[in-house]
């Protein structure tokens, strides 16, 4: 027999990830233009210049130095470009030592939480959120708890937060540019967080981590400043991704943090590497890792980003839709038209509009919409957007 809880996985696959097959299909069937796609976090801006350039120069390494393993944890050239990123942009300490290189955001959020968790262990989550968050927490044996943010303004809700840390708790997963709101945590609101998990850790004599999940860091918009979670609470273990910022998504590589702030720092990095021995995520992609070496710091391209937001937000403003304007990442979190979210999903998908039902994220009434496309697919999506509105009034 194979193992039930996989097969349950593997039969009831994302939500997100089935619209998009769908769409596919549908393209192929009536048109890729007739079909207006907003289901995919898949960046549609092309990875900067100074990406094809590493790519090229890399092609002239010997091939067992460019396609050959890496020592587990990552280069230690591409390990100490990223701690000197993070030491010239945030003021830490970072050294080689903290970093693990990974497959992406998802490799590093799974090794984390199985780096500190115990059979038995909780981990928050602040719905809306990403809903592997639960795959991986349950899948490590955990239970996921969910805290719902603060609806009039999408930022943590403390006294939610506070009432909901138990004995069991072991972690809080932050993600911030946040996914699918787009709301973007003010340094107040996570110094605020700060203090009751000091407060909580001290009460309980444990120690609670921040998982803070930030592949959107470098996607905000007018001027916002995102807060880095490490200068303001220890006990942060950081996982980063360029799959937004450089438009690599399928390349799978990112890499965790382990502060050197952090009390006993080393033990924890040291579970993070036996996690990833565990769970098979050793040896990130090595080209991969030659071109964030040589592109660590290479500028992320928001201006189209910021137009498509801009252009669906007065697109759907002047037909009457409520949505939360993001303040980064590329999503927007639109009021349904009707209590039953998936119904109104249902109802869109009849116009040939793919969103995304809240029902994903963990709470009821919105949509998601992921406006990372052309600018000609939010700009010939609008009649169908009116149609759709149409029907409800």
Same mark, same amino acid.
């Given at each position: 027999?194979?193992?039930?809880?996989?097969?349950?996985?593997?039969?009831?696959?994302?939500?997100?990830?089935?619209?998009?097959?769908?769409?596919?299909?549908? %393209?192929?069937?009536?048109?890729?233009? %007739?079909?207006?796609?907003?289901?995919?976090?898949?960046?549609?801006?092309?990875a900067?210049?100074?990406?094809?350039?590493?790519?090229?120069?890399?092609?002239?390494?010997?091939?067992?130095?460019?396609?050959?393993?890496?020592?587990?944890?990552?280069?230690?050239?591409?390990?100490?470009?990223?701690?000197?990123?993070?030491?010239?942009?945030?003021?830490?300490?970072?050294?080689?030592?903290?970093?693990?290189?990974?497959?992406?955001a998802?490799?590093?959020?799974?090794?984390s939480?199985?780096?500190?968790?115990n059979e038995?262990?909780?981990?928050?989550?602040?719905?809306?959120?990403?809903?592997?968050?639960?795959?991986?927490?349950?899948?490590?044996?955990?239970?996921?708890?969910?805290?719902?943010?603060?609806?009039?303004?999408?930022?943590?809700?403390?006294?939610?937060?506070?009432?909901?840390?138990t004995? %069991?708790?072991?972690?809080?997963?932050?993600?911030?540019?946040?996914?699918?709101?787009?709301?973007?945590?003010?340094?107040?609101?996570?110094?605020?967080?700060?203090?009751?998990?000091?407060?909580?850790?001290?009460?309980?004599?444990?120690?609670?981590?921040?998982?803070?999940?930030?592949?959107?860091?470098?996607?905000?918009?007018?001027?916002?400043?995102?807060?880095?979670?490490?200068?303001?609470?220890?006990?942060?273990?950081?996982?980063?991704?360029?799959?937004?910022?450089?438009?690599?998504?399928?390349?799978?590589?990112?890499?965790?943090?382990?502060?050197?702030?952090?009390?006993?720092?080393?033990?924890?990095?040291?579970?993070?590497?036996?996690?990833?021995?565990?769970?098979?995520?050793?040896?990130?992609?090595?080209?991969?890792?030659?071109?964030?070496?040589?592109?660590?710091?290479?500028p992320?391209?928001?201006?189209?980003?910021?137009?498509?937001?801009?252009?669906?937000?007065?697109?759907?403003?002047?037909?009457?839709?409520?949505?939360?304007?993001?303040?980064?990442?590329?999503?927007?979190?639109?009021?349904?038209?009707?209590?039953?979210?998936?119904?109104?999903?249902?109802?869109?998908?009849?116009?040939?509009?793919?969103?995304?039902?809240?029902?994903?994220?963990?709470?009821?009434?919105?949509?998601?919409?992921?406006?990372?496309?052309d600018?000609?697919?939010?700009?010939?999506?609008?009649?169908?957007?009116?149609?759709?509105?149409?029907?409800?009034?």
């Amino acid at each position: 027999m194979v193992n039930e809880k996989m097969y349950e996985l593997g039969s009831e696959p994302s939500a997100i990830r089935e619209l998009f097959a769908y769409g596919l299909t549908r %393209k192929a069937e009536i048109g890729e233009d %007739k079909v207006f796609d907003f289901s995919l976090g898949n960046p549609s801006i092309p990875a900067p210049a100074a990406v094809k350039e590493a790519i090229i120069e890399l092609l002239d390494e010997p091939p067992v130095a460019l396609h050959g393993y890496t020592p587990a944890q990552g280069t230690p050239g591409v390990r100490t470009a990223i701690a000197d990123s993070i030491n010239r942009r945030f003021g830490m300490n970072a050294a080689a030592a903290n970093i693990y290189m990974t497959a992406g955001a998802a490799a590093s959020l799974d090794i984390s939480i199985n780096a500190v968790a115990n059979e038995g262990d909780e981990f928050i989550v602040i719905a809306p959120y990403f809903p592997e968050y639960r795959i991986w927490i349950e899948a490590a044996g955990c239970t996921c708890i969910e805290v719902m943010a603060r609806e009039i303004d999408f930022q943590l809700d403390l006294a939610a937060i506070e009432a909901a840390v138990t004995p %069991k708790t072991k972690g809080i997963i932050i993600n911030s540019p946040n996914n699918p709101v787009g709301s973007v945590y003010s340094e107040e609101n996570l110094r605020g967080l700060a203090d009751v998990l000091c407060s909580k850790q001290e009460e309980l004599g444990s120690v609670i981590y921040v998982i803070c999940d930030e592949p959107y860091r470098e996607i905000v918009y007018e001027g916002v400043e995102v807060p880095y979670i490490p200068a303001i609470y220890d006990n942060t273990i950081v996982c980063y991704s360029y799959s937004k910022s450089l438009s690599l998504p399928g390349e799978r590589i990112g890499y965790l943090y382990v502060p050197e702030r952090m009390p006993d720092w080393q033990r924890v990095y040291a579970a993070i590497c036996g996690a990833g021995r565990a769970l098979g995520f050793v040896c990130a992609p090595s080209l991969f890792q030659g071109v964030i070496e040589k592109c660590v710091d290479a500028p992320t391209d928001v201006a189209a980003y910021a137009e498509n937001r801009a252009l669906l937000c007065r697109g759907l403003s002047e037909l009457g839709y409520e949505y939360v304007e993001p303040r980064g990442a590329f999503y927007l979190w639109v009021k349904a038209l009707e209590p039953d979210e998936q119904a109104f999903a249902d109802r869109a998908k009849a116009h040939e509009l793919l969103l995304v039902p809240s029902t994903s994220f963990g709470c009821s009434g919105y949509v998601r919409i992921g406006y990372c496309v052309d600018k000609a697919t939010i700009e010939q999506s609008m009649p169908a957007f009116a149609a759709l509105m149409a029907e409800y009034r």
